[in-house]
Every structure is written in C-alpha cells, then in structure tokens.
C-alpha cells in the first residue's frame, strides 16, 4: 500500500453542549511539516494532536483546523479580586485625607473599578475535552489517511502503467542497437568500395573502423541500468510503504541514464526512443512527487 501526500479529512463531534470541528488537508512536501490552528484554550494538547498525527503520515504539508464552541450556561464565573479593591480603598482613603474630604465610595461603584470584578472562564477538565477533541481527531485522521490511499493507488496504477511503456522503448532500443553495427559496417564497405573500385578492401582496416564506431555508441551498460532501474521501482511500487524519497533518487538515475543513451545515439530511431524515454521519466518522476 502507498499513500498520495494530498488528503483531506473533516470531523464534527458533539457532545454535553460541546463542539469540536477537525479538519485537516495535506499537499507535498520533502518533509513532515505540520501547521495546527486551534483556540487558546486547546494549545495545550498540540503536542498529543502531533503524536497522533505522526502514527499515520510520515511526509507532507499538513494543516490542521480545529474549532471549539461551548453551549454550556455555566462555563464563565465572577471572579472578586479582594486585595485589589483594599488597594482602591486604602488610595481612596488616601486622597480624602489629603485634600480634607468625605470619601463617599459605595460599593456598587468600587466594584466597577477595574480587575475587581471580572469574568473568567471556569476550570476545564482536560480529561474530558482531550477525549472529545481525540476522538473529533481520529475521525478527521481516518477519513484522510483514506483519501491519501486512494489516491496512492490511482498513483501507482498509473506509474506502472508508464514503466510498462518505458520498458517496451528499452527493448526496443536492446533490439535496434546491434542492427546499428552491421548498418554502419555495411554503408562503410559500399563507400570504400565506391571509392577505390575494384580494389581489395583492407578488412582489417574496416574491423577496425567499425569497432571504433562500436565502442562510440555501444549503450549495453546503459540498457542494463535502466532496465534494473524501472524494474526496481515497479517492486517498489508493489511492496509499498513510505518509499517517495526512493523512488525519487531511483527517477533521477534513470533520467541520468536516458540521457547517456540520448548523447551516445548515432540512429534517428533509437535518438527518438532515447527522448521519449526521457518524457515518460520526467512524467514518472513528477508523479513520485505525489508519493508519502
């Protein structure tokens, strides 16, 4: 099984007057790199929320959404700040005295002072929210580690699909090459024989030309290579697992390859092999891209 690094996941749960929204999308990256946007109150879970997060993706661009609403009638309380209304009051005091004054403070205006009556959220039981955003959590997880497996599935259907394509060029070019060699060996003697007429050609000579020739544009070693190359991905693609980055370098050899071929190629046929070869492998190697 492989995984696509593009997903998408969404989970609503509601419980005792209580929402949680998670929701969370992934685009491709080199790395792990997960982005968390929650509310204040929930910061203190972001280290469980990466934990969580870890069990299931090993790369991509993860952004995750997470939105907390509180219906409950008794989740803010009054706060009454004792030390600081005596503050007020021994200044207030103060002044009157100062300047020879009755200090006519009543309590309903001491209490609008600032910070002496305040309103607070009351203790949150974090037992019972990390339940409730874990379990929102691993919803939202489910449905996009799903996503990134479908879409690693169509990912490699297609892969294999493009390496299938790219061997029938490798064998086509494993084919065409030896018929180069006795093409050339053959235009080489007409010439020399258009030349020097009815005169003994020199075969020694000519084996030596060709060989030259031969050992110019032989690509057998190149052939190989790639051969294992795409061979090797297609297991890869089989046995699955987190193999983008493999795969990745794998595309790079391939593509190095290709173009040895490309520039040692003195056929038009097998040029133009070498070059769609190099197509297919950059549409390869921008499909791995796409692989966890």
Same mark, same amino acid.
């Given at each position: 099984?492989?995984?696509?690094?593009?997903?998408?996941?969404?989970?609503?749960?509601?419980?005792?007057?209580?929402?949680?929204?998670?929701?969370?999308?992934?685009?491709?990256?080199?790395?792990?790199?997960?982005?968390?946007?929650?509310?204040?109150?929930?910061?203190?879970?972001?280290?469980?929320?990466?934990?969580?997060?870890?069990?299931?993706?090993?790369?991509?661009? %993860? !952004?995750?959404?997470?939105?907390?609403?509180?219906? +409950?009638?008794?989740?803010?309380? /009054?706060?009454?700040?004792? @030390? *600081?209304?005596?503050?007020?009051?021994?200044?207030?005091?103060?002044?009157?005295?100062?300047?020879?004054?009755?200090?006519?403070?009543?309590?309903?205006?001491?209490?609008?002072?600032?910070?002496?009556?305040?309103?607070?959220?009351?203790?949150?039981?974090?037992?019972?929210?990390?339940?409730?955003?874990?379990?929102?959590?691993?919803?939202?997880?489910?449905?996009?580690?799903?996503?990134?497996?479908?879409?690693?599935?169509?990912?490699?259907?297609?892969?294999?699909?493009?390496?299938?394509?790219?061997?029938?060029?490798?064998?086509?070019?494993?084919?065409?090459?030896?018929?180069?060699?006795?093409?050339?060996?053959?235009?080489?003697?007409?010439?020399?024989?258009?030349?020097?007429?009815?005169?003994? %050609? !020199?075969?020694?000579?000519?084996?030596?030309?060709? +060989?030259?020739?031969?050992?110019? /544009?032989?690509?057998?070693? @190149? *052939?190989?290579?790639?051969?294992?190359?795409?061979?090797?991905?297609?297991?890869?693609?089989?046995?699955?697992?987190?193999?983008?980055?493999?795969?990745?370098?794998?595309?790079?050899?391939?593509?190095?390859?290709?173009?040895?071929?490309?520039?040692?190629?003195?056929?038009?046929?097998?040029?133009?092999?070498?070059?769609?070869?190099?197509?297919?492998?950059?549409?390869?190697?921008?499909?791995?891209?796409?692989?966890?």
């Amino acid at each position: 099984m492989i995984k696509s690094m593009t997903g998408f996941g969404r989970s609503e749960i509601i419980e005792k007057d209580r929402k949680i929204t998670v929701e969370m999308k992934s685009v491709n990256h080199r790395y792990l790199d997960v982005s968390i946007k929650m509310p204040k109150k929930l910061t203190f879970f972001e280290t469980a929320v990466r934990n969580e997060l870890k069990n299931d993706v090993q790369r991509g661009k %993860v !952004d995750i959404f997470i939105a907390y609403e509180d219906y +409950t009638d008794t989740n803010l309380c /009054v706060k009454y700040n004792k @030390e *600081l209304a005596a503050e007020y009051m021994k200044y207030l005091d103060q002044m009157a005295e100062d300047f020879s004054l009755d200090n006519d403070v009543r309590v309903s205006a001491l209490s609008r002072y600032p910070e002496v009556l305040s309103m607070e959220d009351q203790t949150i039981d974090e037992e019972e929210l990390w339940h409730l955003l874990e379990k929102a959590l691993r919803q939202a997880l489910k449905g996009f580690v799903e996503t990134r497996i479908r879409e690693g599935e169509n990912l490699r259907s297609d892969l294999i699909s493009k390496l299938d394509g790219m061997l029938e060029h490798v064998d086509y070019i494993t084919k065409r090459s030896p018929q180069i060699i006795t093409e050339y060996r053959q235009k080489l003697e007409d010439k020399v024989k258009e030349l020097l007429g009815d005169a003994q %050609v !020199d075969e020694s000579r000519l084996l030596m030309e060709v +060989t030259i020739f031969a050992d110019k /544009v032989c690509v057998d070693e @190149e *052939l190989v290579r790639l051969r294992s190359h795409i061979e090797t991905t297609k297991e890869n693609l089989v046995q699955g697992g987190s193999i983008g980055r493999k795969l990745d370098f794998i595309a790079q050899e391939m593509n190095r390859e290709a173009n040895t071929i490309l520039s040692k190629s003195n056929d038009l046929e097998i040029s133009n092999r070498a070059i769609e070869l190099k197509t297919e492998i950059e549409k390869v190697r921008e499909q791995i891209q796409n692989i966890e």
